[in-house]
C-alpha cells in the first residue's frame, strides 16, 4: 500500500509505524505485476468509504489496521478536513482503496459529487462512537445510506459500533441491540427495507477491528467461495481444527475454513504472524540486499503448552497459511507439508486464472474505449461496473466446489487424508 500523500497530506510525511519493518509496509507491488500501474490502477480501483460523525474513529481505523500506527498514537491524530484516498496494494487479492471522509462532510453541497463517490464504492463502513450520546450518529447513517443507496444499490453496508473498549458486556450487547433496532427501523419507515446492514463491536485496542475489517474485506472478494472451499479440503484431509489465510501486513484474515471463528482463535494467530515477522526482521535480512525474508522458505511451528499446535506456512509473497491444531494430529508432519503444498499450488492457480482474466478485460476495454470514447471511472456508468468488490471488473471465477477440485485435479495434486498417511508417504 502507498500511502498518499498527495496535495498538502494533513498527517506528518514519515509517521511513525512503530517497530513494523518498512520492507513489510505496503510498498509498490512488484509480486505479479499488479502494482499501482498494474492491471487495476488508481480510480479503477473498487472503493471502501469510511464515514461517520466527527471524532468517531475514523481515521484511528485506517491508522491502526492498514498503517499499523500504535492505538495510542491515534490520540495525537488531527481531525480530517479533506477526503483523504488511501491506496492499498498490497496483494493479489486485497486491492483496493479506503477513502476517509471529514465528520462534518455535507451530503447538500454542491461539490459533493455522490455519483462518483458512492458509484465505484464497493463498501462503506459507517463508524459510530459507542461511548458517546449516538443519536445524531444514527440520523446522519440513515441519511447515508439512503442517498448512497440510491446511486448505488449494490453497496454493501456495514456499521461498526466503535470504541466498544470503554463498555461493559451487557452493556456493550445492549448498545448493539439499540443501534441495530433503530438503524432498521428507520430504513423500514422509508421504504427502504431491502437495504441490509451488518453491525460488528469494535475497538482499536484489541483485535476487533482487524475481525470486522477482514469481514468486510471478504465480501469484497469474489473468489471467496474458492478460497474456503480450498481450506476445507485442506483441513478436513489434515486434521487440522481451523485455517485462516492472512494478509500478512494488515493481519486481515481474506478467508477461512467452514468452522465458526472465535475471537481467541484470530488472535493467537495474529500474534503468530507477530512473532514471525518479528524474527524474520532480526534474524533473516539477507546479507547482499539486506532485505528482510518473508519468502516462500518462510514457514513457523510453535507448540503451546495446552497441547497446541500453530502453525504458519507462505502462500505468496503477502499471503500466509496459519493453521491450530492438536500436538497428536501433528505426528504425521508429512503429510500436513505435503497437502500444504497442494494447497499453495491451487492458491497459485486461482491468482493466475485471476490475472488472465484481469489482462484480458483491460485490453478488451481499452479497445472499447478508444472505440466510444473516454469513459473514465468518474461517471456513474464506469463506477457502478466496479461497484460489487475488488474484481467485479473481472469475468466472475467458476467458485463453485467442482471447479475447486478441479482445479486441484488439473495440478495433479491430490490431498492426503492424515489418518491415511501410510498411502501418502
Ligand atoms: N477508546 C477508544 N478511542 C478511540 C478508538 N478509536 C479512536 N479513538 C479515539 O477517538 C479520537 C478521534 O479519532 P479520529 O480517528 O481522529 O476520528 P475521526 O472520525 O477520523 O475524526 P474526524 O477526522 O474529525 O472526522 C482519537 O482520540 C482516538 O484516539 C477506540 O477504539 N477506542
Redesign the pocket.
Known amino acids: 500500500m502507498s500511502y498518499e500523500q498527495d496535495e498538502e497530506d494533513q498527517y506528518a510525511p514519515n509517521f511513525s509505524v512503530g517497530s513494523f519493518p518498512k520492507e513489510f509496509g505496503y510498498g509498490a507491488f512488484d509480486g505479479d505485476g499488479e502494482g499501482p500501474s498494474g492491471p487495476l490502477s488508481g480510480e479503477q480501483k473498487p472503493r471502501i468509504l469510511l464515514m461517520?460523525?466527527?471524532?468517531?474513529?475514523?481515521?484511528?481505523?485506517q491508522?491502526?489496521v492498514f498503517h499499523k500506527m500504535s492505538?495510542?498514537e491515534?490520540?495525537f491524530?488531527?481531525?480530517?478536513?479533506k477526503i483523504i484516498k488511501d491506496d492499498i496494494s498490497n496483494s493479489s487479492f486485497v486491492q483496493f482503496q479506503i477513502w476517509?471522509?471529514?465528520?462534518?462532510i455535507d451530503f447538500f453541497d454542491p461539490t459533493f459529487d455522490s455519483d462518483m463517490i458512492f458509484g465505484g464504492c464497493g463498501a462503506l463502513v459507517f463508524?459510530i462512537?459507542a461511548?458517546d450520546e449516538y443519536n445524531d450518529a444514527l440520523n446522519r447513517l440513515h441519511q447515508t445510506v439512503t442517498k448512497a443507496y440510491k446511486v448505488n444499490p449494490s453497496i454493501r453496508f456495514e456499521v461498526f459500533i466503535?470504541?466498544?473498549?470503554?463498555l461493559s458486556d451487557d452493556y456493550k450487547m445492549e448498545t448493539q441491540r439499540d443501534i441495530h433496532q433503530r438503524a432498521n427501523d428507520d430504513l423500514a419507515d422509508s421504504g427502504l427495507d431491502q437495504i441490509h446492514l451488518s453491525f460488528h463491536l469494535?475497538?482499536?485496542?484489541d483485535h476487533s477491528?482487524f475481525e470486522a475489517f477482514s469481514k468486510v474485506v471478504q465480501k469484497l472478494i469474489p473468489q471467496l467461495p474458492t478460497l474456503e472451499n480450498l481450506l476445507n479440503i485442506l483441513i478436513s484431509n489434515s486434521a487440522i481444527e481451523k485455517a485462516f489465510l492472512f494478509d500478512v501486513v494488515s493481519k486481515i484474515y481474506i478467508a477461512t475454513d467452514f468452522s465458526p471463528v472465535d475471537m481467541q482463535s484470530y488472535e493467537l494467530c495474529c500474534d503468530m504472524i507477530d512473532v514471525v515477522i518479528d524474527v524474520s526482521c532480526i534474524y533473516g535480512l539477507h546479507e547482499d540486499t539486506g532485505a528482510a525474508a518473508f519468502d516462500s522458505q518462510s514457514s513457523s511451528l510453535i507448540k503451546l503448552t495446552n497441547g497446541t499446535i500453530l502453525y504458519l506456512r507462505e502462500v505468496t509473497k503477502f499471503l500466509a497459511l496459519v493453521c491450530i491444531l492438536r500436538e497428536a494430529s501433528f505426528d504425521r508432519q508429512g503429510v500436513i507439508d505435503y497437502n500444504f503444498l497442494c494447497f499453495r499450488e491451487a492458491i497459485q492457480q486461482v491468482f493466475e486464472l485471476r490475472s488472465k482474466n484481469q489482462v484480458a478485460y483491460n485490453s478488451s476495454s481499452q479497445a472499447n474505449s478508444s472505440a466510444v470514447g473516454e469513459s473514465g471511472p468518474n461517471t456513474s456508468s464506469g463506477a457502478s461496473g466496479a461497484s460489487n468488490g475488488l474484481l467485479s471488473n473481472t469475468a466472475p471465477l467458476d467458485n463453485s466446489p467442482n471447479n475447486t477440485s478441479e482445479s486441484l485435479k488439473q495440478s495433479n495434486t491430490v490431498l492426503y487424508p492424515v489418518q491415511d498417511s501410510a498411502v501418502a508417504m
Open positions: 461517520g460523525l466527527r471524532r468517531s474513529g475514523k481515521s484511528s481505523i491508522k491502526v492505538p495510542n491515534t490520540l491524530l488531527e481531525s480530517t478536513n476517509d471522509f471529514p465528520g462534518q463508524v462512537d461511548q466503535h470504541k466498544v473498549d470503554g469494535t475497538s482499536i485496542y477491528i
